[in-house]
């Protein structure tokens, strides 16, 4: 395990840059698949504020994360997609790169993120299962987490919560 933290101590966490657009598409196609990596690739493009960091070892592109502005309660956000080249899974990388995530995005003040994915893994940030009820959502349930960034950010919201629409072609194609 000390020899994991020692490699992620090595990454550079940084904004993902123009030039790092073809390696996060790569990164996200081979993670995932090639529709996700569009909806990456079309989020980052957008005019909406999205943070988008890598994660960069020797030169080499080997993390990414997005978080994405939804409508819904006030300066809200959506985690996803977040993605480790496999070779460097279980070396802490995947959770530095949350952890710089959520860091800039209360740096630049945003409220709250939701996420669908393990809750196991997102709990540990202090996303909460309970914390998503207020959203309407399709996807409602255990596996859709929200983290309040400020206190109180959702304590008295409550409705639906509209991803961009390029996340909801990619769900409407694998339906």
């Known amino acids: 395990m000390a020899e994991h933290k020692s ?9 993902t840059g123009a030039s790092d657009r073809a390696h996060v598409r790569a990164l996200q196609a081979s993670v995932y698949d090639s529709a996700m990596a569009g ?7 957008s005019p909406a504020e999205t943070l988008s960091l890598v994660a960069e070892l020797d030169g080499e592109v080997i993390g990414h994360i997005l ?4 409508t819904g309660p006030d300066r809200t956000l959506a985690l996803a997609p977040h993605a ?22 209360r740096d630049r ?10 809750p ?3 709990r540990r940030f202090g996303f ?5 009820d207020c959203a309407d959502v399709s996807w409602q349930g255990p596996r859709f987490l929200a983290l309040e960034l400020e206190a109180g950010a959702l304590a008295r919201w409550s409705g639906p919560l509209d991803y961009p629409e ?7 194609a694998k339906n």
């Open 84 to 105: 480790v080249l496999p070779a460097w899974r279980d070396m802490q990388i995947g959770t530095e790169l949350v952890r710089h995530a959520l860091k800039l995005a």
């Open 67 to 70: 978080l994405t502005p939804v």
């Open 109 to 118: 003040g945003w409220r709250s993120v939701f996420v669908y994915g393990q």
């Open 166 to 172: 390029a996340y909801l072609a990619v769900a409407r």
């Open 39 to 45: 909806v990456c690739e079309a989020l980052i493009s």
């Open 7 to 15: 490699i992620a101590a090595k990454v550079t966490y940084r904004e």
């Open 120 to 122: 196991d893994y997102y």
């Open 128 to 132: 909460r299962s309970r914390t998503a």
